[in-house]
């Protein structure tokens, strides 16, 4: 018997990868998307909200977007607009129509809180973003770690940073909540930079993506832009971009691409230049005398032709559902 759809909650700062995911997860019946939550990260929260948002209209998603977090528990930083434009969804070319549905009255704090308890064991939060929200909901309610099925991220990473060379962004954008996160007890997967610079999306892709669908393709564009901020930042890299989000999400609909070890895992949260590190201990020990915690399963590989060509199936189907959501929206106006 066909196994039942992973219930999920994203928790993201869309942001072109957040995108990615949650289209990824919108396509596949592997998963059941019941609510987007969204958190200051890449671009301001009234940004991340607002790109959530004209995601879910123009694609035709059947998804209610709860407004989370403001600002991180203590750190502030200027957000990337380099990487993800000032609006924090930038395209190359055809962009989303502005959206016409506000976001749920709901704080998103609240509607994770309730969807947990109301279904304890059976909601797995992919939290792609800052972990604030997580946070927020852990220490208003320590009591859920236990019941929500497990926390599957994209964060950290137990080799190199990327916004400072020990700290990788989501975690570095407010590492006191990924501390309350870590140390909670929840059930953690970790999706970190060592396995998502593995993963990643090749312009023969998004050639792919526009070929599919003749005319405007916002699923294009947007990646098309995100590819083209990183090899400016980066340099020209012929496996194309990393794409960080979708790892989540891929693991939910097919865990053997990854390999995943159990480890312990710590958040640097001092004034220093570790600030902001996943500190995930690698080292070797008897099991037999291991008294460490293992409190965070981490990704260390990827099949990354798996990926990528379930990202792309996603992004495809995207390109096309946009085509017929648009359609309808202009016969509506006509
Ligand atoms: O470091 C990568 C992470 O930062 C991704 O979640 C991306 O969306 C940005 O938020
Ligand atoms: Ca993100």
């Keep these: ?10 928790d993201c700062d869309p942001g072109h990868d957040d995108m990615a995911a949650i289209l990824l997860a919108a396509w596949h019946d592997r998963i059941r998307l019941e609510a987007i939550t969204t958190v200051c990260g890449n671009a301001s929260l009234a940004n ?4 959530a948002l004209r995601i879910v209209e123009a694609f035709g998603l059947d998804v209610p977007v ?6 991180p528990l203590l750190h502030r930083y200027d957000f990337p607009a380099a990487f993800h434009g000032p609006s924090g969804l930038d395209s190359a070319g055809a962009d989303l129509p502005p959206a016409t549905r506000a976001a749920q009255g709901q704080h998103a704090v609240d509607a994770i809180i309730e969807r947990v308890e109301a279904h304890p064991g059976e909601i797995t939060l992919v939290v792609i973003g800052p972990m604030t929200n997580a946070a927020l909901v852990l220490a208003k309610r320590p ?8 926390l599957v991220f994209m ?6 940073g990327n916004v400072t060379p020990a700290a990788e962004f989501n975690i570095w954008a407010d590492a006191e909540a990924a501390r309350i996160v870590f140390r909670s007890g929840v059930k953690l997967v970790m999706f970190g930079l060592n396995v998502t610079h593995q993963t990643r999306l090749a312009q ?17 564009d947007i990646m098309q832009f995100y590819c083209g901020t990183y090899h400016a930042f980066a340099g020209a890299d012929p496996r194309g971009a990393p794409l960080h989000d979708p790892c989540t999400i891929a693991y939910l609909i097919e865990p053997d691409i990854f390999a995943v070890e159990p480890r312990p895992g710590e958040v640097i949260v001092a004034d220093c230049e570790s600030y902001g590190q996943t500190l995930i201990d690698l080292r070797p020990q008897d099991r037999k005398h291991d008294t460490r915690t293992m409190n965070v399963d981490v990704a260390m590989s990827a099949d990354t032709t798996r990926f ?11 390109a096309k559902r946009y085509a017929t959501t648009s359609k309808t929206r202009t016969q509506g106006a006509a």
């Design 308 to 318: 990528t060509d379930l990202v792309t199936q996603a992004l495809i189907w995207a």
């Design 155 to 160: 964060g950290g990473s137990s080799t190199e």
């Design 204 to 220: 023969a892709a998004i050639d792919a993506v526009r070929a599919a669908q003749p005319g405007p393709n916002p699923a294009a």
């Design 143 to 150: 009591d859920l770690a236990g019941k929500i099925k497990r």
């Design 1 to 10: 018997m066909a196994e039942a759809p992973e219930r999920v909650i994203i």
């Design 48 to 51: 991340t909200t607002n790109n």
């Design 66 to 71: 709860h407004a989370g977090a403001v600002q």
